[in-house]
């Protein structure tokens, strides 16, 4: 079992910053990338950034220059520095990762975090 867990969500004005956190826990033996997404209200959800395990990244267009993606693989933990939002910036903020867990078979498989609520607003 694996367990995904965002934190670091909640309001802030325009132009703000805020770096959200997710930490992967369980029986994890590898972890391969790790994404961000973003669900905002009556949209489907979209991939806002990923990261592998070497540190490669890749951004939306709508995010690039804005939105910054790290990882720290000892403590399983990706984050998401968020910088100059804005109100449509809006959404609730998805982890997800591409995890091989212990004792299985040598597959990989996505894991999902609950989200965090981002409100960009005055």
């Known amino acids: 079992q694996v367990q995904l867990v965002e934190s670091g969500g909640g309001l802030v004005q325009p132009g703000g910053s805020l770096r959200l956190s997710c930490v992967a826990s369980?029986?994890?033996?590898?972890?391969?990338?790790m994404y961000w997404y973003r669900q905002a209200p009556g949209k489907q959800r979209e991939l806002v950034a990923s990261?592998?395990?070497?540190?490669?990244?890749n951004y939306a267009d709508s995010v690039k220059g804005q939105f910054t993606i790290s990882r720290d693989n000892a403590k399983n933990t990706v984050y998401l520095q968020m910088n100059s939002l804005k109100p449509e910036d809006t959404a609730v903020y998805y982890c997800?990762?591409?995890?091989?867990?212990?004792?299985?078979?040598?597959?990989?498989?996505?894991?999902w975090g609950q989200g965090t609520q981002v409100t960009v607003s005055s």
């Open positions: 369980g029986s994890i033996a590898s972890i391969l990338t």
């Open positions: 997800n990762a591409n995890v091989r867990t212990t004792g299985g078979p040598s597959i990989w498989r996505l894991y």
């Open positions: 990261i592998t395990s070497s540190g490669n990244t």
